[in-house]
């Protein structure tokens, strides 16, 4: 194993040789953390190691701009407390993404750790180590304060990460803020849409509760945009209105056959397991197919694999270099026993009556442009989750300019409907990563605040 790969299974419990320590008969004990959290020694002796970098790089790595040395000395002098609200300052989501955030090509990859010693900081382990101290403590009143009222009313639609930073940033800043979400709890793909081992013991919604505690904020459930609430509406009604609805709507193949049984998309897949109790209750193929090359189609393979599918295949159309799920991803999926076909496009899903598999073909690179060679192969399936991106849902974006299937918004998150604000994934500069979404929605209640000021 190289340097990486150890550090990969040592993180995941992994087993060198490709067997994996958590894949057992007992499926719901295949959902355990997959980092498990850090004791306060641990914690000390790794917060130690940092070498407390003066305009460290791992600062400018994160998106949103956490001070990074200042928390982990913080930890390593006795105060993790302090080192959280640092932390908490910066990112009011801090937990979630220090469970998810793929802290090795972010802030861990730009650790000066990596030149020294090849190995980094965990930073993220420490990010955890730190939100989790404080968030245990209930005595402890909440670490921000609210602004003096400013008598101004925000609607925010969509409880996801960046709806809810938003949320939160305007309420300290004063504001009164409602909250409409389209499903019955809050959280958006922090709940939904992340693999079931990075966010153990009901986590997403103890964050939003901690979120809330800062007052001002209020959510009404049940309320999609363009069948319960309208943009036209909400501009009437409230000064000033921030869109957060991520990328509701899955990409489809184009093939004859998507609507057989067995053939269903993977943030679907994922938000039916996170739902599920016991996890033993959640039904899977015996041979599933896995069609992208995201962290969600990792999420996907990697979880079929520990409900007890017997095969998981994840097809890739190009190389291994080309995808955008993170190496440490890639590398989960290989050591959890999912087989990776890079190279192939699909062009037909095969049925008898019932779903039995699909038909691929290979591909290649000419002159930089992806092509099929003709040559084709089957792969058998009982299953298949489509994972190649998702498109957002433009009902009742009137008035709004859309790009690429995203919303534009100028350097202050506004859209191109005056008093309209908009963040996260839904957005066209947005990366498809919870961190920045917390970002947009941090730094979108601040602009919102200095348009209600300039009003």
Same mark, same amino acid.
């Given at each position: 194993?190289?340097?990486?790969?150890?550090?990969?299974?040592?993180?995941?419990? $992994?087993?060198?040789? #490709?067997?994996?320590?958590? =894949?057992? /008969?007992?499926?719901?004990?295949?959902? @355990?953390?997959? *980092?498990? +959290?850090?004791?306060?020694?641990?914690?000390?002796a790794e917060s130690n190691r940092c070498l407390y970098c003066y305009d460290a790089p791992c600062v400018?790595?994160?998106?949103?701009?956490?001070?990074?040395?200042?928390?982990?000395?913080?930890?390593?002098?006795?105060?993790?407390?302090?080192?959280?609200?640092?932390?908490?300052?910066?990112?009011?989501?801090?937990?979630?993404?220090?469970?998810?955030?793929?802290?090795?090509?972010?802030?861990?990859?730009?650790?000066?750790?990596?030149?020294?010693?090849?190995?980094?900081?965990?930073?993220?382990?420490?990010?955890?180590?730190?939100?989790?101290?404080?968030?245990?403590?209930?005595?402890?009143?909440?670490?921000?304060?609210? $602004?003096?009222?400013? #008598?101004?009313?925000?609607? =925010?639609? /969509?409880?996801?990460?960046?709806?809810? @930073?938003?949320? *939160?940033? +305007?309420?300290?800043?004063?504001?009164?803020?409602?909250?409409?979400?389209?499903?019955?709890?809050?959280?958006?793909?922090?709940?939904?849409?992340?693999?079931?081992?990075?966010?153990?013991?009901?986590?997403?919604?103890?964050?939003?509760?901690?979120?809330?505690?800062?007052?001002?904020?209020?959510?009404?459930?049940?309320?999609?945009?363009?069948?319960?609430?309208?943009?036209?509406?909400?501009?009437?009604?409230?000064?000033?209105?921030?869109?957060?609805?991520?990328?509701?709507?899955?990409?489809?193949?184009?093939?004859?056959?998507?609507?057989?049984?067995?053939?269903?998309?993977?943030?679907?897949?994922?938000?039916?397991?996170?739902?599920?109790?016991?996890?033993?209750?959640?039904?899977?193929?015996?041979?599933?197919?896995?069609?992208?090359?995201?962290?969600?189609?990792?999420?996907?393979?990697?979880?079929?694999?520990?409900?007890?599918?017997?095969?998981?295949?994840?097809?890739?159309?190009?190389?291994?270099?080309?995808?955008?799920?993170?190496?440490?991803?890639?590398?989960?999926?290989?050591?959890?026993?999912?087989?990776?076909?890079?190279?192939?496009?699909?062009?037909?899903?095969?049925?008898?009556?019932?779903?039995?598999?699909?038909?691929?073909?290979?591909?290649?690179?000419?002159?930089?442009?992806?092509?099929?060679?003709?040559?084709?192969?089957?792969?058998?399936?009982?299953?298949?989750?489509?994972?190649?991106?998702?498109?957002?849902?433009?009902?009742?974006?009137?008035?709004?300019?859309?790009?690429?299937?995203?919303?534009v918004v100028d350097d202050k998150y506004q859209t191109t409907a005056p008093g309209i604000f908009a963040?996260?994934?839904?957005?066209?500069?947005?990366?498809?990563?919870?961190?920045?979404?917390?970002?947009?929605?941090?730094?979108?209640?601040?602009?919102?605040?200095?348009?209600?000021?300039?009003?």
């Open positions: 194993m190289t340097n990486l790969q150890a550090k990969q299974a040592s993180k995941s419990g $992994a087993m060198p040789g #490709g067997a994996h320590a958590s =894949v057992t /008969g007992d499926v719901d004990s295949n959902f @355990s953390d997959l *980092h498990p +959290a850090y004791s306060t020694l641990q914690a000390m400018t790595a994160c998106p949103t701009s956490i001070d990074i040395p200042s928390f982990i000395r913080k930890i390593s002098t006795g105060n993790p407390d302090g080192a959280a609200k640092t932390i908490l300052s910066a990112n009011i989501m801090g937990g979630t993404c220090a469970r998810a955030c793929p802290t090795e090509v972010l802030c861990e990859q730009a650790c000066v750790r990596n030149v020294s010693e090849d190995v980094a900081v965990e930073i993220g382990s420490l990010q955890r180590f730190a939100v989790d101290h404080l968030m245990a403590r209930d005595e402890l009143p909440h670490p921000f304060k609210r $602004a003096a009222a400013t #008598g101004k009313q925000i609607a =925010v639609v /969509g409880a996801g990460p960046a709806g809810l @930073s938003c949320a *939160h940033r +305007a309420a300290m800043l004063g504001h009164d803020v409602t909250v409409f979400e389209a499903k019955a709890k809050p959280g958006g793909l922090n709940e939904y849409g992340l693999a079931a081992y990075k966010m153990t013991h009901d986590f997403a919604q103890r964050e939003v509760e901690f979120l809330l505690g800062i007052g001002g904020i209020r959510i009404e459930y049940g309320k999609a945009l363009g069948r319960d609430i309208t943009l036209g509406a909400l501009r009437d009604g409230y000064d000033a209105v921030f869109v957060g609805v991520g990328l509701g709507s899955s990409n489809n193949l184009g093939l004859p056959g998507e609507a057989f049984d067995g053939v269903d998309d993977a943030i679907s897949f994922i938000e039916q397991l996170r739902q599920t109790e016991p996890k033993s209750d959640m039904p899977v193929g015996h041979n599933v197919i896995v069609i992208g090359g995201g962290n969600t189609a990792i999420d996907a393979a990697v979880q079929a694999k520990r409900l007890g599918a017997d095969e998981v295949t994840l097809v890739y159309r190009r190389g291994a270099e080309h995808m955008s799920a993170t190496e440490f991803e890639q590398e989960l999926a290989k050591i959890n026993g999912v087989i990776v076909r890079y190279w192939a496009k699909p062009v037909a899903i095969k049925a008898n009556g019932k779903l039995i598999g699909m038909e691929f073909e290979k591909t290649e690179l000419r002159d930089g442009k992806l092509v099929g060679t003709g040559e084709t192969f089957d792969i058998r399936a009982d299953q298949i989750l489509k994972a190649i991106g998702q498109k957002i849902k433009t009902d009742d974006l009137a008035g709004m300019e859309i790009s690429g299937g995203k919303i963040g996260g994934d839904c957005i066209k500069s947005g990366e498809d990563l919870t961190v920045q979404s917390v970002e947009d929605g941090k730094q979108a209640a601040i602009a919102i605040d200095a348009f209600l000021k300039s009003a």
